[in-house]
T-cell receptor, first 114, second 113 residues
Framework: NAGVTQTPKFQVLKTGQSMTLQCAQD?????MSWYRQDPGMGLRLIHY???????DQGEVPNGYNVSRSTTEDFPLRLLSAAPSQTSVYFC?????????????FGSGTRLTVV | SQELEQSPQSLIVQEGKNLTINCTSS?????LYWYKQKYGEGLIFLMM?????EEKSHEKITAKLDEKKQQSSLHITASQPSHAGIYLC????FGGGADGLTFGKGTHLIIQP
């Protein structure tokens, strides 16, 4: 049981480049979400999804796109990378209304934009 | 939007001592999650509290939820080096957290031998 798998673990981009951060879960979880973690800012919600075909914006969605074509995958796209998007990105998934088992987090992607 | 304030921001505790971390919400809490993060790693789920007055324990870590105060506390008894890390509280807007979680900025815990 792999849980939540994020790829790549590390990435360096040049300003203006685009890329996709991959997130896959094998637990049949309905809910998935993306966060970025910056020093002194904690984790901030970028986008979330409550099921396949349904996505919505979180607290800091600008510069990012998401789609959810399957239950398992929830990729995060950076359209035109900017130095302000240098951060650690986490994907998480959960299930059920109660969510008593909490969100399961991936190990993160460290992104540097130069 | 909901805001979670954690206190203290950092804590240095001698091994074997007890400690408490607090998380206060700006809005009504419908569910409060506690996570631990080792430096440079992902988040590990500790526990979730849903009802006022609820208390849960996991090994030497106990968390309580005070609905009236919109606050949760995390208490570690007889701290060990393995307890070191960042503790984060999170809350969903509608209980189950289907719309993702809002997190506090975290409490950095250092255990001194």
């Amino acid at each position: 049981n792999a849980g939540v798998t994020q790829t790549p673990k590390f990435q360096v981009l040049k300003t203006g480049q685009s890329m996709t951060l991959q997130c896959a879960q094998d637990m049949n979880h309905e809910y998935m979400s993306w966060y970025r973690q910056d020093p002194g800012m904690g984790l901030r919600l970028i986008h979330y999804s409550v099921g396949a075909g349904i996505t919505d914006q979180g607290e800091v969605p600008n510069g990012y796109n998401v789609s959810r074509s399957t239950t398992e995958d929830f990729p995060l796209r950076l359209l035109s990378a900017a130095p302000s998007q240098t951060s650690v990105y986490f994907c998480a998934s959960s299930w059920g209304i109660q969510g008593a088992l909490g969100y399961t987090f991936g190990s993160g992607t460290r992104l540097t934009v130069v | 939007s909901q805001e979670l304030e954690q206190s203290p921001q950092s804590l240095i505790v001698q091994e074997g001592k007890n400690l408490t971390i607090n998380c206060t919400s700006s809005k009504t809490l419908y569910g409060l999650y506690w996570y631990k993060q080792k430096y440079g790693e992902g988040l590990i789920f500790l526990m979730m509290l849903q009802k006022g007055g609820e208390e849960k324990s996991h090994e030497k870590i106990t968390a309580k939820l005070d609905e009236k105060k919109q606050q949760s506390s995390l208490h570690i008894t007889a701290s060990q080096p393995s307890h070191a890390g960042i503790y984060l509280c999170g809350a969903g807007a509608f209980g189950g957290g289907a719309d993702g979680l809002t997190f506090g900025k975290g409490t950095h815990l250092i255990i001194q031998p």
